[in-house]
């Protein structure tokens, strides 16, 4: 039986004949694949680039200055405590009588006012009263006040206190006391703004100096501080002192300098005598001025006889 192959139409021969013409032109299809050194060295240069990325930033932020601290919110401050009030009673006593009374025995120009605290208040007020020639005019509630401070049993502790407040005010508004410049005021090497006389004529410490007055080794300690001290230099309220320094007046200043200086002297070191030659001295000095009172006593009776004898004849 003869089998019929029916041929294949022109274009469908020709497209076949192109395709496998086409498909044996063309290359085969390869894959590319790295060396591993290659490979290795692009892992070194990433690691490489990574790194200098990383100091770069790292160097930036070390040069950036670090930041400011934000202080705490602080809690409002207290409020300054308010000074103690001063104690007015104290401060008169301190200036107007420490110069002449202690609250001791002990005695100044005036008597120690350890017993006038057990007298009754009124005689003790009249007593106070009697003080107007040297302190001025006391009111009658100023009288009771000063009659009760010297009755309190607690008046040294109140009369340490305010003087120590007393005399931070002095030291605030002067020079730091001198010990030094207070022994040249005192000797006379130094002389006193005004002109006064120096200490030294009239008084001594340790021996040394002036024996019209006292010798004033411990009178720091008899005055009860610095300053009562000061307030009785300043003032110089004493019988023989007062006609003198009121037209020779002693500053503030001064005065602090010349209670430094006495605060420094020991009153327990023994008191040079006196040269002999000294004494001789105070002793003719005391039989010139008997001697004058007498002659003058004597030329006043002279005179007084002759005035009765002339009066007779007339």
Excluded at 186 to 207: E, Q
Excluded at 255 to 264: G, N
Aim: glycine share 8%.
């Amino acid at each position: 039986m003869a089998m019929h192959i029916d041929p294949l139409p022109a274009s469908r021969s020709a497209q076949a004949s192109v395709t496998t013409s086409s498909e044996a032109g063309r290359c085969p299809k390869r894959t590319l694949e790295w060396h591993p050194l290659q490979t290795r060295l692009r892992v070194l240069l990433s690691l490489a680039v990574f790194g200098r990325v990383l100091l770069t930033t790292l160097s930036a932020a070390a040069a950036q200055p670090p930041p400011t601290p934000t202080a705490p919110a602080s809690a409002p401050a207290a409020p300054a405590e308010a000074p103690a009030a001063a104690d007015l009673v104290a401060a008169r006593f301190l200036t107007s009588c420490t110069g002449c009374h202690t609250l001791t025995e002990a005695k100044l120009n005036g008597p120690g006012l350890a017993t006038a605290a057990s007298w009754p208040v009124d005689q003790l007020q009249t007593a106070i009263k009697r003080m107007e020639k040297n302190v001025g005019p006391l009111k009658d509630e100023e009288l009771a006040a000063l009659a009760e401070f010297i009755k309190d049993g607690k008046a040294p502790q109140r009369l340490a206190a305010e003087q120590a407040k007393m005399q931070a005010r002095f030291l605030a508004k002067m020079a730091p006391p001198d010990p030094a410049q207070g022994a040249g005021l005192f000797a006379g090497s130094v002389g006193l703004l005004h002109g006064g006389l120096a200490c030294a004529a009239c008084h001594s410490v340790s021996g040394t100096g002036g024996n019209l007055g006292p010798d004033l080794t411990g009178v720091f300690g008899k005055m009860g501080g610095a300053t009562p001290l000061i307030s009785a230099i300043e003032k110089a309220n004493f019988k023989i002192m007062a006609p003198h320094y009121q037209r020779h007046p002693i500053t503030t200043q001064e005065a602090i300098h010349l209670t430094a200086y006495l605060s420094t002297l020991d009153p327990k070191a023994p008191v040079a005598a006196p040269p002999r030659f000294a004494l001789a001295g105070a002793g003719l000095a005391g039989l010139l001025l008997a001697g004058m009172t007498l002659y003058l006593r004597g030329q006043r009776l002279a005179r007084g006889r002759d005035n009765k004898l002339t009066r007779r004849r007339n």
